[in-house]
């Protein structure tokens, strides 16, 4: 894996970290080349960015063997069994405590300002850095979060030897590392530019997202909701931004679930442009281990059309216009829901679908139809252009170049969200936006 830059790599890491949306979460970068990164991930997150200047406190004798870290704040953290091992005196240790002490202070000048740091008590904590190599540094900024108050600490980089989660405990709640290679040798190996992120790019990015916060907008409600399909309770998550003009249910496919990383950042996406998302799992707990029903098209467009039903029996949503997104065997389950006469969708999304298993029924479907494959996942898209010819209502396919199957290819999801949304808005709110 390889990545074109660090705005890149936050891209690509922000698709992962989604379920932390949300989490009362703040996002800190190490400066310098952790902040690009950071960005990225605060943005698509909808969460606070903040630096995190910490220094490593070295063994005398051997600097690269952290024996504690400082941060802001007098935040202090000291391994008493490595300071005895290595036989560090407590003048040694002031020593080194005092020198790093004036660089951290400098830098924290440099990079903060006069700017506050955002609180961490109580809060969970998104430590972000470029990549790791040795770790010390990644693992001293967790202990410092920690020692300012933080309920859970994850650490996200994008690329690190393999062996690092393990390493990082238990300093990290959670590490999130996209790649961990057997050959690593050094961060930039992994990155087609890899240029020294400057002081100014810091300051800059602090203070676009200072200015410009993610999402400034928070939803009149974003909350867990048990969804009556029929006799049975679904699990969702029903998000719904203020004055929303209509709401995309997804219809999850290949046994995954409403935590599905892929299928939350556009529901994120579509969140920010104000439409309403309902993340729905089309299986019961007690269904979920019989893999037959995941096939069961029929059984799930039942269940899609009883959530839709369910959304109608909440006051403000009962004149709003309905979406459906479907991917995989999800997209079959609604076209096959939209072919129903009295179907209750206004437009339909299809992310790497499987529109063949909605077979004759496809005729029937007379909502709007956007079909999303990417260009390299050979079979289902031969599969979509097929279906869509078999469609009578308004289409279209779009083919996301170079994107296999799960579209996790760099820059892939983000166009299947840009997409998806235009043709949400068009066809739920009405705005006049073209798709591709």
Same mark, same amino acid.
């Given at each position: ?298 059984? =799930? ?5 009883? !959530? #839709? &039903? $369910?959304? +109608? *029996? ?7 216009? /309905? ?89 892939? =999801? ?5 997409? !998806? #949304? &235009? $043709?949400? +808005? *068009? ?7 073209? /798709?591709?």
């Amino acid at each position: 894996m390889r990545f074109a830059d660090r705005t890149d790599a936050g891209r690509r890491l922000a698709e992962v970290l989604q379920p932390l949306a949300g989490h009362d979460l703040v996002v800190l970068g190490l400066p310098r080349g952790g902040v690009p990164v950071a960005y990225e991930i605060a943005q698509a997150l909808g969460a606070p960015l903040d630096v995190i200047v910490v220094r490593k406190l070295g063994v005398p004798r051997q600097p690269e063997l952290a024996m504690g870290a400082i941060g802001e704040g007098g935040a202090r953290v000291v391994d008493d069994e490595v300071v005895r091992r290595a036989g560090v005196t407590p003048q040694e240790l002031a020593d080194v405590e005092r020198r790093e002490r004036v660089e951290l202070e400098r830098r924290t000048a440099r990079f903060r300002g006069a700017r506050t740091a955002i609180p961490l008590v109580g809060r969970t904590v998104l430590v972000v850095d470029d990549g790791i190599a040795t770790g010390s540094t990644a693992r001293a900024a967790c202990r410092v979060a920690r020692a300012r108050g933080a309920s859970a600490v994850v650490l996200a980089v994008p690329v690190g030897p393999a062996g690092v989660a393990r390493r990082m405990q238990p300093d990290a709640d959670r590490v999130v590392c996209l790649h961990t290679p057997a050959d690593f040798f050094a961060l930039q190996q992994f990155y087609d530019d890899f240029t020294q992120t400057s002081d100014e790019q810091v300051l800059d990015l602090l203070r676009r997202a200072g200015e410009h916060p993610a999402r400034p907008d928070v939803p009149r409600l974003d909350e867990e909701v048990n969804v009556r399909a029929g006799q049975v309770g679904l699990g969702g998550h029903l998000t719904l931004p203020e004055g929303a003009p209509g709401v995309v249910v997804f219809a999850h496919g290949s046994g995954s679930s409403r935590h599905s990383p892929r299928n939350r950042y556009v529901a994120s996406a579509l969140n920010e442009a104000g439409l309403g998302t309902l993340l729905l799992d089309l299986l019961s707990l007690d269904e979920e281990p019989d893999r037959s029903r995941v096939f069961d098209i029929e059984l =799930l467009a039942r269940r899609l059309r009883g !959530a #839709t &039903a $369910w959304l +109608r *029996t909440l006051d403000e949503l009962r004149h709003t216009r /309905v979406g459906w997104f479907g991917a995989s065997t999800g997209a079959a389950a609604a076209l096959w829901a939209a072919a129903e006469p009295d179907a209750d969708v206004a437009a339909v999304v299809s992310r790497g679908g499987r529109p063949d298993l909605a077979g004759p029924r496809l005729s029937l479907v007379r909502a709007p139809t956007l079909l999303v494959v990417g260009g390299d996942d050979d079979v289902v898209l031969e599969l979509n252009r097929r279906a869509q010819a078999r469609l009578r209502c308004e289409s279209r396919l779009h083919v996301v170049p170079s994107a296999t199957h799960l579209f996790e290819e760099p820059g892939a =999801l983000e166009q299947v969200a840009d997409v !998806a #949304t &235009a $043709w949400f +808005r *068009t066809h739920l709110a009405g705005a006049a936006q073209a /798709v591709d």
